[in-house]
Each structure stands twice: as C-alpha cells, then as structure tokens.
C-alpha cells in the first residue's frame, strides 16, 4: 500500500468489523506500538482481518529488526472501552453510520474515531473555522460572524476547541451545530480554559472527535494529524488570522491536499496575524469578508428531505464502493492484491539503505521516492512499512515521508 493520491482509498476494507470480536481486534491492532493509520490499513489488507495481523505483527518487527516487540495487551484496550462508556462517548468506525462521510474520502481517513455527543453534526454539510489563539478583537468578532452566518444557511461548524478563533466559532454555533476535533482524547478538554466550552458542545446537541485513545494528553506531534480530521470533515476551510508560520496554515495545507475549498479573511498588511491569511490570498485562495462569499463558494445545500442523516450506529452505511459508484469516480476500494513474493534479506536490506538515504528531516513524497527509487511500489511499500515499525522513518499527513 502506497500513500500516493488514491493509494490509501484503493486498500480501505470494503465493510466495517461485522462483530465485536472483530472491531476489538482492529482498536487493538491500530493501538500496538508503531502501527500508525497507514500501517494499520496495509496489515489489514495484506492479512485479511485484524486477527490475523496481530498474529503476524511480531515477525514483521522482528523482520524489521524490532526485537522483543509485544503487540497491545487486551487488557489496554479494555479499559480503553470501559473508560469510553464512562464518558458516554462511543466508537464510530469507517464505513458505519456516524462516520463523517467526507472523511471517508481522504487518502488517510482515522479507522476509528471516538465520539462525545450526538453523531448528527457529522453528518451534516459543514465548514470548517480556524485562526489564531492570540486572535485579535476583529478576528474572534468575525470568526463569530461567519459561525453564525453558516449555522442559520445550515451547515455544522469544524473547529479544533483552542483559544481564540476556534472558541469564538464553537460559541457562535452552539444553537445551530459545532464539531470540536481534539488532539487528545475526547475526556481531555484542552485547554483547560476551554472546558466549559467543551461540555456545553456536547450539551447542545454538538459533538468530540478524536482519533486517540480515552485519556491521551494532546501533546505537539498530535496537532498536525488533528488538522487533517479538521479540514478532512469540511467541504471548505477558512482562515480568519493565521501568522505566517501557524498551524491554521498546515489545516489548510491539509485542505488542499484533500480537495477542499480553501478561503482567508484579509487583514492589515502590517499585522503579523493576518500574514498566512494573505499570503493564502495572494495564492489563490477565495477573499471572504463574510458568510455570503462562503455560501458563494460552496453552491447551495441540498434540501433538507435529501440532506444526509444520522443513523443508529448498529444500522450500516452504504460501502465505500457504493458511495464512490454514486459520487461518479473511480476511487471505489478494490480487494488488494497478495502480496509480492518474499524479496531475499539481502535485497530487502539494500532497499532499506536506498530508502534512507533518499529521505531526510524534510518531508517527502511518496510517490516522489518510488520515482526516484525507480522501484516497484509494491516492493517499496512493505519497506516502508518495516521502517516505519523499525522507528526510523514517520509518515505524516498527505502521503509525506521524513526520517525519525
């Protein structure tokens, strides 16, 4: 499995866990060390159940050179779950009712998310709001603005629940629909100052994603992959203050990368909290100076008997390949094919040094490696997956490869 602009969607399982045996093996499979969202999905694939990869996950580590490698204990992920049904957050899977569907369409959608309050937002028309944390009285004034504007048109406000224009947005869109994606778990509300905020959301009928277990403190390395889920529910992303180097500026990096509409509120030239903002229109990002020229730029929605609705979580939604069929394209998942005849221990070490060597501390695409390599994908990508359980590579968001 590849991380190239359709590769992850091509080797999506076509149906969710059909037991509860089976999504507990798959919460366990994605939680054992060093198996990140693009591993999990390939050791499903090339195995054929999350049993199976479990099972063999100790000597793909150990091929990989990972000694003494133990995959995660039942017993985490049991108190994983008790900790959830205290919190009355529940487990949406890809491909079941609940389950963002534009989220599903991104090259690396999270196999699961937890979910603190209704799934309904989710499965709403929705935007997406971001901006700064030390944002100006303009900006949270206009980052309310357009929350409110988007509500009353109906669509479900994304933010990220930091201070700041993420605040202001969540609060201006409790009565019509807000989504808040953490980079922790969702019982961690950060910050702290946001925690009344957050338990009103899931009060008033709004809702806490995360893709990380109950409990996780969010902690830098998180933030990044969070902003994908962001701008990954969202049919657009606008920027309201964003400095020119800002995580406001890697959501919409990410939004770019997935399709969507991106839009910026301008603001003073000699403002460094308007910079990002400028800079993304100077690059072709859509001016908004208020709710209008979003609703401009998405078309209308749908009417309200045709708008998608939320369903019981034990009722399946259509596969992906129905969904992909009716959207008219061609990312319908397929049934991967066996995998390739073992490669020698000689040839596969050679393979490893080429790859290292190729890639560095700034990140690389992948089907730029495989390119450069002049090697076949399906040799190249269970290299990367040994090097990525091995600890010496990371994937990050949009099918990009660094060294550790």
């Known amino acids: 499995m590849t991380e190239d602009s359709n590769s992850l969607s091509s080797t999506h399982p076509p149906l969710p866990p059909t037991t509860e045996e089976d999504r507990f093996d798959r919460l366990r499979l994605l939680r054992s060390r060093r198996v990140g969202v693009a591993t999990y999905w390939r050791l499903l694939a090339e195995h054929g159940s999350a049993a199976a990869a479990l099972e063999a996950l100790p000597a793909v580590a150990a091929a990989a050179g990972v000694e003494n490698y133990s995959i995660c204990p039942e017993g985490v992920v049991q108190a994983e779950i008790a900790a959830a049904r205290r919190h009355g957050a529940r487990l949406v899977c890809l491909g079941e009712a609940g389950y963002p569907p534009l989220l599903a369409e991104i090259d690396d959608p999270p196999p699961f998310l937890w979910v603190a309050g209704d799934t309904a937002p989710l499965m709403r028309p929705a935007v997406a709001l971001v901006g700064a944390r030390n944002a100006s009285s303009l900006g949270t004034r206009m980052a309310r603005a357009l929350a409110q504007g988007l509500g009353a048109e109906g669509r479900v406000v994304i933010s990220g629940l930091a201070r700041g224009v993420d605040a202001a947005a969540h609060e201006a869109a409790l009565d019509t629909g807000t989504v808040a994606v953490m980079a922790g778990g969702v019982d961690i509300l950060y910050p702290s100052e946001n925690t009344r905020l957050g338990e009103e959301i899931r009060a008033r009928g709004g809702a806490l994603v995360s893709e990380h277990a109950m409990g996780l403190q969010p902690q830098a390395r998180h933030f990044p992959a969070r902003n994908r889920i962001v701008s990954g529910i969202s049919a657009a992303i606008v920027v309201v203050e964003a400095a020119a180097k800002s995580g406001s500026l ?17 603001g003073h030239p000699l403002d460094a909290r308007a910079a990002g903002c400028n800079m993304l229109i100077r690059d072709g990002a859509r001016l908004v100076r208020h709710a209008e020229d979003v609703a ?46 073992s490669r020698s221990l000689a040839e596969t070490a050679q393979l490893h040094r080429q790859i290292l060597d190729r890639l560095g501390p700034a990140p690389l695409a992948e089907d730029q490696l495989i390119r450069d390599l002049a090697a076949p994908s399906d040799a190249v990508a269970p290299a990367l997956t040994d090097l990525e359980i091995d600890g010496r590579i990371r994937r990050q968001p949009g099918g990009l490869l660094s060294l550790v």
């Open 250 to 266: 890697i959501t919409a990096r990410c939004a770019l990368d997935q399709g969507r509409e991106v839009l910026a509120v301008p």
């Open 296 to 341: 401009e730029a998405l078309g209308p929605l749908p009417q309200p008997e045709a708008r998608q609705q939320s369903l019981p979580l034990e009722q399946p939604m259509a596969s992906t390949s129905q969904q992909a069929a009716r959207r008219g394209t061609d990312r319908a998942p397929v049934i991967p094919a066996p995998p390739p005849e």
